[in-house]
């Protein structure tokens, strides 16, 4: 019983990473049907960029308490991948909005490429031990155990899945993307700007994305370039099984996998 239990908590960590990454695929495809095969780099960059400022601080500011340490390297990591995503989406995706399916899948896959070995070229190919920042002894819950580390990537994640939903039903920008996805050329007439939503779609998905990445690296002690390929995989097959486009059914399908 108690391995079972251990499973559940270890499943339940892993989906809510998954669901994260997933919100971001199934966002960008609800609204221009586009799968963005490069948000798993987006993961490894707010990742890469975390374990910097991370590194930067601890011998800057040796006495600072490692949650705020933490809490700052993630906060410089979201902006970055946001930052990185809204370049990608303009340069790389919005040229070929109107063009055949095929050519932005294929300018996907090309970014996700570029994105890893840019990545490869700046913080090395090899392996990065990420520290460990929050208290690492763990505790007991009938017969399982869960690690502080654990416990934030579940808060932090049930956080951030609410603000989302509060977003997107709940506000304007919300009431715009829900617009534009059902029809972005009759949104446009109702004074929706589709391309300053598709935008605010693509920051939000990566800030997803960074969080995520600075969680993957906290709870498995270690970053590099290739990190984000493999859960960016699984969370888009997390998307389509949850039916991709569906917000709640990418956070069903993450957890599921997971």
């Known amino acids: ?14 989906g809510s990473m998954y669901a994260l990454i997933a919100l971001g695929y199934t966002m960008v495809y609800g609204i221009i049907q586009l799968i963005n095969f490069a948000h ?13 400022i991370i590194g930067l601080m601890q011998s800057s500011m040796p006495n600072t308490p490692g949650w705020i340490i933490l809490l700052l390297a993630t906060l410089i990591a979201c902006v970055v991948a946001a930052a990185l995503n809204f370049v990608i989406e303009k340069v790389a995706y919005k040229p070929l909005r109107n063009s055949p399916r095929l050519a932005p899948l294929i300018t996907a896959i090309g970014m996700s490429i570029l994105l890893q070995t840019l990545a490869m070229i700046i ?9 460990t920042l929050l208290p690492s002894a763990p505790f007991e819950v009938a017969g399982a155990y869960v690690t502080p580390t654990q416990i934030m990537i579940l808060v932090v ?12 039903y709940y506000t304007k920008i919300g009431r715009a993307m829900r617009a534009t996805a059902e029809n972005p050329r009759v949104a446009g007439l109702m004074g929706v700007k589709p391309d300053v939503v598709i935008s605010a779609t693509f920051v939000i998905g990566a800030v997803l994305a960074a969080i995520a990445g600075v969680m993957y ?28 486009g569906n917000l709640g059914g990418a956070v069903l ?3 599921i996998l997971g």
């Open 253 to 255: 399908g993450g957890l």
């Open 40 to 52: 798993g780099e987006v993961l490894m960059v707010g990742a890469l960029t975390a374990w910097s």
């Open 123 to 131: 913080w090395k190919p090899n392996y990065k031990p990420f520290p």
């Open 157 to 168: 994640t049930a956080i951030a899945l609410a603000v989302l939903m509060w977003l997107v």
């Open 1 to 14: 019983m108690e391995i079972l239990l251990q499973q559940i908590v270890n499943g339940l960590v892993l």
């Open 217 to 244: 690296a906290s709870n498995y002690g270690t970053a590099q370039h290739t990190m984000g390929f493999l859960p960016g995989l699984k969370a888009f097959t997390a998307a389509v099984f949850g039916g991709i």
